[in-house]
């Protein structure tokens, strides 16, 4: 089994940095791909930023970009997300995700088998 665990979330204020952490353990994980998705309370699921293994590709939601940076460290089975600029409807809980084998669009949730447990981000005004 794989385990994702997260961290690196808590409050900040607007206008502010944080940088996400999310490493992945257990059994040999070939992680085809990593992302990042976040949930706001009364809301769906939604994709922030996924980054495949080879060649380095990236894709972020339109939200996001120009201020989040997804990247990733593969000796250590880690993907990171780096925001800046955090606005408060960026408030949400932030999971990562990870595949080991092409499963569709890396921009949904059916993309990834594999999921943290969370980590809150708080953006205060």
């Known amino acids: 089994q794989v385990q994702l665990v997260e961290s690196g979330g808590g409050p900040v204020q607007a206008g502010g940095s944080l940088r996400l952490s999310c490493a992945a353990s257990?059994?040999?994980?070939?992680?085809?791909?990593m992302g990042w998705f976040r949930q706001a309370p009364g809301k769906e699921r939604e994709f922030v930023a996924a980054?495949?293994?080879?060649?380095?590709?990236?894709w972020y939601a339109d939200s996001v970009k120009g201020r989040f940076t997804i990247s990733r460290d593969n000796a250590k089975n880690t993907v990171y997300l780096q925001m800046n600029s955090l606005k408060p409807e960026d408030t949400a809980v932030y999971y990562c995700?990870?595949?080991?084998?092409?499963?569709?669009?890396?921009?949904?949730?059916?993309?990834?088998?594999?999921w943290g447990q969370g980590t809150q981000v708080t953006v205060s005004s």
């Open positions: 995700a990870g595949a080991d084998i092409y499963r569709g669009s890396l921009t949904a949730t059916t993309g990834y088998e594999y």
């Open positions: 257990g059994r040999t994980f070939n992680s085809y791909a």
């Open positions: 980054m495949r293994r080879s060649g380095g590709s990236t």
